[in-house]
């Protein structure tokens, strides 16, 4: 037999309800709406941006060759002042070796195909007759390295023109 809860004489709809109210006209809460999607990058290729990064690029490249061959003039000099005169002639020898392994010439000589290629490029493709008037155009200012790098092809850039 089922278990009911004695009424001790009073009317089943006069007992006090205890139970906690709860609606159900509030909708639950909406799950977070997804991050909009990133907007289209802006692009970084126009030509002026692309010749400062390959100028600045290289005279960077060239500016660590030149503390290259500067550390290994430094070490040329510091193997001078060693008294062991054997020693002095084996660690001459393989300092000497590994300047020539660097081949300098070759990497400067591609510094340098650099600027000739991007002022070819500016002036041939996009119809200038002065590399100045593309850096004016711009407001473009390059290294004094990047300068003599394209004078070196007959490209000269004004002074304005160089940090």
């Not at 009317?11 to 309800?17: C, E, F, K």
């Not at 081949?103 to 340098?112: F, V």
């Amino acid at each position: 037999m089922p278990y009911t809860l004695p009424s001790y004489g009073i009317p089943n709809n006069s007992l006090p309800n205890f139970a906690i109210p709860y609606s159900f006209s509030a909708s639950p809460p909406s799950p977070p709406s997804p991050p909009s999607p990133p907007s289209p990058p802006t692009p970084t290729t126009t030509i002026d941006l692309l010749y400062t990064d390959i100028a600045n690029y290289s005279t960077l490249a060239y500016l660590y060759l030149n503390s290259y061959t500067s550390y290994i003039a430094d070490a040329i000099t510091y193997t001078a002042t060693i008294q062991n005169v054997q020693a002095k002639l084996d660690i001459y020898n393989t300092v000497l070796a590994s300047r020539n392994n660097t081949d300098l010439e070759n990497k400067l000589n591609t510094l340098y195909g650099y600027a000739k290629l991007m002022n070819n490029l500016i002036l041939q493709r996009y119809n200038y007759t002065d590399i100045n008037d593309f850096l004016d155009e711009y407001s473009i200012q390059v290294s004094e390295a990047w300068a003599d790098f394209s004078a070196r092809d007959g490209v000269i850039i004004d002074p304005v023109h160089i940090i």
